[in-house]
């Protein structure tokens, strides 16, 4: 039976061969599964079902394939992310690199989850217009990237911050919503230190990042993703 986009299936396969052993990849999905149903969903109003699998995935699932580490020098220090025959994404996750900022991939992969289920095709982005000498911009919806450097605990596993559909909204006022999920973003498109964001800004040829203020902060791009043309702003 197909699955609605609404609903899709998340298939999580473990290829490392030195870093994560399966039980410790396992033993995160309760966690991960609970962060979708009890706080992602009731903001974005989309679900998913997260498993794993031993061997390939289901073909129409999602997947998040890990690794030991990149094998290219050119995805060190980020997620790969391409998509299936089908058209449905994969995602990489590297795990000795990323058990390296942190300790855990734990919350790459939250992080990963929640991105893939918002935008799946990278293709979407939300319009802030100019305003005076302020150019027109595309916010893509990456809803992690904003918070990046933000985390919290379900039962002891570590999952991302997000950002909530109201921070792509440029017509609220500072302070009048909830932002984001654990309450540190105060308006639309603010971007918080060590984090950043993919745009399109008018002017300009193709996307660019901004980042956040970052006093001291090491600027590391969560990842690299394959964009489809959406037309121009």
Not at 43 to 64: K, L
Not at 162 to 191: A, C, L, T
């Amino acid at each position: 039976m197909k699955r609605s986009p609404s609903n899709p299936l998340i298939a999580i396969t473990n290829e490392s061969k030195n870093v994560m052993t399966d039980y410790q990849v396992i033993r995160m999905i309760p966690s991960l599964q609970r962060q979708i149903t009890e706080h992602f969903q009731p903001a974005w109003g989309i679900s998913a079902q997260i498993i794993f699998c031993e061997h390939s995935a289901p073909r129409d699932a999602y997947q998040i394939v890990i690794y030991d580490r990149a094998e290219s020098k050119d995805d060190e220090g980020f997620l790969g992310y391409h998509f299936s025959p089908e058209g449905y994404p994969i995602a990489s996750i590297f795990a000795l690199d990323d058990m390296s900022e942190d300790g855990t991939i734990s919350d790459t992969l939250s992080h990963e989850i929640l991105e893939m289920l918002v935008d799946p095709g990278c293709n979407l982005y939300a319009h802030r217009p100019a305003q005076g000498k302020r150019p027109g911009r595309g916010y893509f919806y990456e809803i992690c990237d904003p918070v990046q450097t933000l985390k919290y605990e379900i039962d002891g596993i570590r999952v991302s911050n997000f950002v909530y559909p109201e921070w792509y909204e440029y017509v609220w006022k500072s302070g009048s919503r909830k932002f984001d999920h654990m309450q540190k973003i105060k308006r639309p498109f603010q971007v918080l230190p060590g984090g950043y964001a993919d745009i399109y800004e008018k002017g300009r040829r193709g996307f660019i990042t901004i980042w956040g203020s970052a006093t001291g902060t090491h600027k590391k791009r969560h990842r690299r993703k394959s964009r489809r043309k959406s037309g121009s702003l």
